[in-house]
């Protein structure tokens, strides 16, 4: 079946460090990749729609360049947390559909970050 | 922009026990999926019904579109169901998952 990985499962950083995280998928291509926050005991959030080949697409509220997405294949989509801070420590999980737009989306495992 | 509500927030059940849980969405949509996150935080597929009825062993699923509902029911729980199940849907002429805010669902021995 379909697969979205994610890497790295947890994180922990230092202030004002920045941090990368992967998401694949691995048996399907997916020109269109979503990035969600989720803080504990709270529902997932979108943050943007990663687009290949071009830049991605930010809700309301989030910050394009604290949160940098780079889409540069079909089945790799990054999410770059620059200069963390502690109120940046959450959980960030990413999802795919497989082919058409709509259908069943699948999640990567999740990244916890955690900036000390 | 799309408002998605479950209920209840909160859910005990004793081991063996039925339940319902609801969703309830504020427009049309053209997709909506059912979740279980574990404890580790790994979202699991358990239905994509953006509308009619489906089962999977334990689990049925049914999505009324017109009147802007789905249920997902639960029978003869099990501790291993334990964990928050999410509601998330698509808005029609839209591609992005909104969620609902979740039911916190504990199945004791």
């Known amino acids: 079946g379909a697969v979205v990985s994610q890497h790295p499962s947890r994180v922990i950083c230092k202030s004002g460090t920045s941090v990368k995280i992967e998401c694949r998928s691995l048996?399907?291509?997916?020109?269109?990749m979503f990035w969600y926050r989720q803080f504990p005991k709270q529902s997932l959030m979108l943050m943007a729609t990663?687009?290949?080949?071009?830049?991605?697409?930010?809700e309301q509220g989030v910050e394009k360049d604290k949160f940098l997405i780079n889409h540069a294949s079909l089945t790799l989509s990054t999410l770059t947390v620059t200069s963390a801070h502690p109120e940046d420590s959450s959980f960030y999980i990413c999802?795919?559909?497989?082919?058409?737009?709509?259908?069943?989306?699948?999640f990567g495992q999740g990244t916890r970050l955690t900036v000390v | 922009g799309i408002q998605v509500e479950q209920s209840p927030p909160d859910l005990i059940l004793q081991e063996g026990a039925n339940s319902t849980l609801r969703c309830n969405f504020s427009?049309?949509?053209?997709?909506l999926q059912w979740f279980h996150q574990n404890p580790w935080g790994q979202l699991i597929n358990l239905f994509y019904?953006?509308?009619g009825t489906k089962q999977n062993g334990r689990l049925s699923a049914t999505t009324v579109a017109t009147e802007r509902y789905s249920l997902l029911y639960i029978s003869s729980s099990q501790t291993t169901d334990s964990g928050v199940y999410f509601c998330?849907?698509?808005?029609?002429?839209?591609?992005?998952?909104?969620f609902g805010g979740g039911t916190r669902v504990l199945v004791k021995p």
């Open positions: 048996d399907f291509q997916a020109t269109t």
């Open positions: 990663s687009n290949e080949g071009s830049k991605a697409t930010y």
């Open positions: 999802s795919a559909y497989i082919g058409v737009m709509n259908t069943e989306a699948f």
């Open positions: 998330a849907v698509v808005e029609a002429a839209g591609n992005k998952l909104t």
């Open positions: 019904i953006p509308s």
């Open positions: 427009d049309s949509v053209n997709n």
